[in-house]
T-cell receptor
Framework: AQSVTQLGSHVSVSEGALVLLRCNYS??????LFWYVQYPNQGLQLLLK??????LVKGINGFEAEFKKSETSFHLTKPSAHMSDAAEYFC??????????FGAGTTVTVRA | SAVISQKPSRDICQRGTSLTIQCQVD?????MFWYRQQPGQSLTLIAT?????????ESGFVIDKFPISRPNLTFSTLTVSNMSPEDSSIYLC???????????FGPGTRLLVL
């Protein structure tokens, strides 16, 4: 069975600063990995995904994530935070059964 | 990606009653799922909605409490039965198409049980 650990339930960054959200996974088979974003009172929007192609994955809104098998990590970064990035971010993993297991989520606040 | 809608978007219900949530997709999809997001928490998979057969439930979820229908490849319903305040959550449907590994989510149904 697969699982996800997100380190840090809350991250606060200044506008223009680097955003780094950490995600570690466990899976018995090569995983599919995802980052989703949830804005207040909305559903989940797919930011990016890793599906065994390039290890550095670029997503929407300037986000990217790097799959590191040796570290079982899939950390999400954005070089320069914008006020509109304030939201909750979820890392998720699935394997051959396509069922998603989500991390606990990280709330990002952006300071002006 | 597919356009997914859910009805109702939110509701306030009395304990002991039932609510049926609808999920409609604008194109045929291979897989449909239902998730629950309890207040301040992450998402938990309730079940996989199977077209033309009974849903597949995850551990801790049973058909009597969460009956699911999927009559075709674009529509599914989730019923929350005999509700209690503990059922207050956001219920989200998701779909996966030809890329089975990638799920897209509906806007969610926000349920408050009094």
């Amino acid at each position: 069975a697969q699982s996800v650990t997100q380190l840090g339930s809350h991250v606060s960054v200044s506008e223009g600063a680097l955003v780094l959200l950490r995600c570690n996974y466990s899976s018995s088979v090569p995983p599919y990995l995802f980052w989703y974003v949830q804005y207040p009172n909305q559903g989940l929007q797919l930011l990016l995904k890793y599906t065994s192609a390039a290890t550095l994955v670029k997503g929407i809104n300037g986000f990217e994530a790097e799959f590191k098998k040796s570290e079982t990590s899939f950390h999400l970064t954005k070089p320069s935070a914008h006020m509109s990035d304030a939201a909750e971010y979820f890392c998720a993993v699935s394997d051959n059964d396509y069922k998603l297991s989500f991390g606990a989520g990280t709330t990002v606040t952006v300071r002006a | 990606s597919a356009v997914i809608s859910q009805k109702p978007s939110r509701d306030i219900c009395q304990r002991g009653t039932s609510l049926t949530i609808q999920c409609q997709v604008d194109s045929q999809v291979t897989m449909m799922f239902w998730y629950r997001q309890q207040p301040g928490q992450s998402l938990t998979l309730i079940a996989t909605a199977n077209q033309g057969s009974e849903a597949t439930y995850e551990s801790g979820f049973v058909i009597d409490k969460f009956p699911i229908s999927r009559p075709n490849l674009t529509f599914s319903t989730l019923t929350v039965s005999n509700m209690s305040p503990e059922d207050s959550s956001i219920y989200l449907c998701s779909v996966a198409g030809t890329s089975k590994e990638t799920q897209y989510f509906g806007p969610g149904t926000r349920l408050l049980v009094l």
